[in-house]
């Protein structure tokens, strides 16, 4: 089965096209924890479907406060109220949390502490990072460093990667995962994509970061993890492997990186 490792979804129907087009796998990811127990209870109702219908996906989340929403929440979301959260078997990943310097060039301080938090809290728990990151990665690098100081070492990926070569190089020593989206099949994609060809296969995912970012041939279109077949059969002619081979590893590599998720 394929994973989509990052999509946005709220009504059954995307999910279960999913499904039934091979993605048996769905995180649903949070952006903000006043959605965390809409998406806890889609994430159990599927359960209680895959039991009747194996094509029915299994679902997962995470919880955590995307930068956008960072400078709103900061006096209202701290280290303990995410860790707590964290606790539900069907939280996996701490997230989407980070920094986005395009959109909150304006709020990047409050954006820093808010992702140190998520930072802690993934210390705390053991749990990836699941890091959104735009035009931010000095910053983004130096509270990842201080986070390793401080807990000996952290787990995550960088979802939606977008950035160079420098800085996948500079997440790869830290041991970091990272996610090719359906800007890989962009012709404006191809300095991404590079960057996927030469990175270890055992920590590349995949995903459709849907509602957004359809691939080729959808592109401009609704995104939906059912699409995330176009990005793995992007990342498997760049690789120069088969749709069956990349299906594989970046199955394997999504339950390695999401201990917590049972296969």
């Not at 995307?14 to 806890?40: C, F, H, I, W, Y």
Request: aromatic letters at 8%; a negative charge.
């Amino acid at each position: 089965m394929f994973v989509d490792s990052h999509c946005h979804i709220e009504d059954d129907e995307t999910a279960l096209r999913a499904g039934s087009a091979g993605v048996g796998g769905l995180l649903n990811a949070g952006k903000d924890l006043d959605e965390a127990q809409a998406q806890l209870l889609m994430c159990v109702r599927f359960d209680d479907l895959h039991r009747q219908n194996p094509l029915a996906p299994k679902m997962w989340t995470s919880v955590g406060v995307h930068p956008d929403s960072a400078p709103e929440k900061l006096n209202k979301i701290q280290v303990e109220d995410i860790v707590k959260a964290a606790q539900h078997p069907k939280v996996i990943a701490i997230g989407e949390c980070g920094l986005d310097y395009h959109y909150g060039a304006e709020v990047k301080k409050e954006q820093q502490e808010m992702f140190a938090r998520h930072v802690e809290a993934s210390g705390m728990t053991g749990l990836p990072l699941m890091i959104h990151q735009r035009e931010a990665e000095e910053d983004l690098l130096r509270i990842l460093y201080d986070g390793v100081k401080k807990y000996g070492q952290l787990c995550g990926v960088i979802h939606c990667f977008t950035s160079n070569q420098q800085f996948a190089d500079a997440v790869r020593e830290l041991g970091f995962y990272i996610s090719a989206s359906g800007i890989v099949t962009f012709k404006s994609g191809a300095d991404v994509a590079a960057v996927f060809q030469n990175y270890p296969i055992d920590k590349i995912l995949i995903e459709t970061d849907s509602p957004y970012l359809a691939p080729v041939p959808y592109r401009g279109k609704t995104n939906e993890p059912a699409f995330v077949l176009k990005t793995a059969e992007k990342i498997a002619q760049i690789r120069g492997l088969t749709i069956q081979e990349i299906e594989r590893i970046t199955t394997d590599n999504f339950f390695n990186l999401y201990s917590k998720a049972q296969r």
